[in-house]
């Protein structure tokens, strides 16, 4: 099965520093893949698009200087979110689908970054 | 715009009962819909979608169009069905998913 890794799993940071968050397809290449967040007890919210040689798509409401996004290759995006603030404090997951598989998203598992 | 909701936060029910987990979407046109479930400490994992009519782990949904409804059943519940469950819809044409709120389900045995 494909399967969609996150490295770091955890993170802790202090306030206005970055931090860089990978998204890697093991064994399949993604030329799209996805950044969502999510808060205590709540749903996933879409945060981008990564697609692999251009801009991200930013959802409405999310800034695109402070969460950048960087899809460089077929399977390696990255998510670095710049001067952190305690409310970036969140769960963020990833997602992927192989190429001609667009109905069937495989999920990272998630970082949890906590920013003091 | 394409929303779904997922009305109980919370479900809880006794081992061997049915389960029902609701799903209600709004969409303009044919979207797609899916079912992804969390277990305990895992990643999220597609669990069913509608197009391929398929029961997976006993669980079925149908795609209701009138009622614009994709509700997930189960006849007898099994405690490892404890979990969360999310509606998702992608709308035709898109490669984005869109989440419902989520269910939190419980079996008590």
């Known amino acids: 099965g494909a399967v969609v890794s996150q490295h770091p799993s955890r993170v802790i940071c202090k306030s206005g520093t970055s931090v860089k968050i990978e998204c890697r397809s093991l064994?399949?290449?993604?030329?799209?893949m996805f950044w969502y967040r999510q808060f205590p007890k709540q749903s996933l919210m879409l945060m981008a698009t990564?697609?692999?040689?251009?801009?991200?798509?930013?959802e409405q409401g999310v800034e695109k200087d402070k969460f950048l996004i960087n899809h460089a290759s077929l399977t390696l995006s990255t998510l670095t979110v710049t001067s952190a603030h305690p409310e970036d404090s969140s769960f963020y997951i990833c997602?992927?689908?192989?190429?001609?598989?667009?109905?069937?998203?495989?999920f990272g598992p998630g970082t949890r970054l906590t920013v003091l | 715009a394409q929303r779904v909701t997922q009305p109980e936060k919370l479900l809880s029910v006794f081992k061997g009962a049915p389960v029902e987990l609701k799903c209600n979407y709004s969409y303009s046109g044919s979207p797609e819909l899916f079912w992804y479930v969390q277990y305990s400490r895992q990643r999220l994992q597609l669990l069913l979608r509608?197009?391929s009519r398929e029961s997976i782990k006993g669980f079925t949904a149908d795609l209701n169009k009138g009622e614009t409804s994709f509700h997930l059943k189960k006849p007898f519940a099994q405690e490892e069905d404890s979990a969360m469950y999310y509606c998702a819809l992608k709308g035709e044409g898109a490669q984005k998913l869109v989440f419902g709120q989520g269910t939190r389900l419980t079996i008590n045995p």
């Open positions: 509608h197009i």
């Open positions: 997602s992927a689908f192989p190429s001609g598989r667009a109905n069937e998203q495989f």
């Open positions: 990564s697609n692999e040689g251009s801009k991200a798509t930013y």
């Open positions: 064994d399949f290449q993604a030329t799209t």
